[in-house]
């Protein structure tokens, strides 16, 4: 079965992560590089996403496309990345959710598979 | 059959299990499993049965002693099933009606009764619930080593919230609740026997075994609530409470301490002591002491400052329950520890004020009643 694993940040985290050293941050990277060797194969797409001030949004008014500024949540928590792992059940993704190194939240859904669809596989 | 001690009353009901199942599975299918589905509704209809029966308690230990011998392969299905209705991606609601569905085999009436609300929700909680373990992954499965512990502890959250829902009786019939604390309880056992040396299980089932030893002394004749200082020790269940006293010392024997054990513990104090005054209370204030360690919790430390007045006095206890009041301001218990106290210091205007800010924190009627009796007198 085929799970997202969205990744979340906070705006503080962001500017906390901003503001670290560099060396401090190559270190965090270096967890994260981790986290992917040890899932493996399990993974099979996923970025990180550029932070929210660089998120643009369209929302639908009436029907009509309107452009704004920014993520579309207004929330304390934006996605700061995601994964897509391919795993036997949902103790399996759970799993690698709990291991991501960075301590913000995680949400994990199971994805729908179409066959012939765009973008699968 | 073994199970009962009167065989014309098992044959008689397990004949009218049969009728049920005739009469229920043209609509509903044939269960998997029939002799495990038939064996779980002659069991309820023998505990119905039994509680008419003066001498049901006998035939209530009868029963749980045979429903536990299960074969390996069973015993092994059951804890997939405990497990999986208790995974953690389940909501609370969803993890007790799944529960009692499949495990404890009680009917979507029987639990909507339970809580108090309707059929039609509680079915919609378990169709949900399941449709969830299908679409998202939930596997069918004994958790291994990393996680066992860490489910295991949720088992026993869902089964002592489930235990608690049928004791408290926050509303609605009070028997039909208790029922709930049985239902609980058998599940309890279940697991015992299924995890025979997983102490906090014992911890667990012994506490429940414990609360439930006091169940008759709990009302009195009008119906209202008896506090443990207050009750009849004589209607004290002592064959249950025994039986719990022997699980702890087996859970003792393993060595890992752990917040239902000490829990239970705490009761058995109480349960061995003749008299609220000979309670050892050192013995209970250590026990605390061990299970703050545990759990840090306000409602923790409040008890443990209860139990302080009796080796230190009110005032000192007061002091400890008052360090508790940033948490605890909206908990009626708290308020209500603190008119006590008060009220024995000789304070008897705040106590007053006290059992009035307790009043209406509080929605159990038995509750109610008891805080109304005393800002009367």
Sequence with gaps: ?121 | MRVMGNFDLAEELVQEALLEAIQHWPKTGIPDRPGAWLFTTARRKAIDQARRDARYKEKLVLLEGAAMSLDAAEGDDRLRLIFTCCHPALSREAQLALTLRAVAGLTTVEIARAFITSEATIAQRIVRAKRKIVDAGIPYRIPQDADLAERLQEVLAVLYLMFNEGYLATGGEAATRRDLAEDAAWLAGLLVRLMPREPEALGLLALMRLHLARNDARFDAAGQLVLLQDQDRQKWDRDRIASATALLDRAAALGRPGPYQLQAAIAASHAEAPSWEETDWNEVIALYDALLAFTPSPVVRLNRAIARRHVSGPGVALAEVDATAPELDGYYLFHATRAELLRELGRAVEAHEALERALPLTQNPAERALLERRLEG
């Design chain 1, 1 to 121: 079965m085929k799970y997202m694993l969205m990744f979340t940040a906070t705006r503080d985290g962001q500017n906390q992560w901003d503001a670290m050293p560099e060396q401090q941050r190559s270190a965090e990277y270096a967890r994260i590089n981790e986290w992917f060797e040890r899932a493996g194969a399990r993974v099979v797409g996923g970025y990180e996403l550029q932070p929210e001030q660089t998120a643009t949004t369209v929302r639908f008014n009436s029907g009509k496309p309107v452009v704004t500024d920014g993520p579309f949540l207004e929330a304390k928590e934006t996605i700061a990345g995601y994964a897509i792992v391919d795993v036997g059940d949902l103790d399996e993704a759970l799993g690698l959710a709990k291991t991501w190194p960075t301590g913000g939240t995680v949400e994990v859904r199971p994805v729908i598979e179409r066959e012939g669809a765009p973008g699968q596989g």
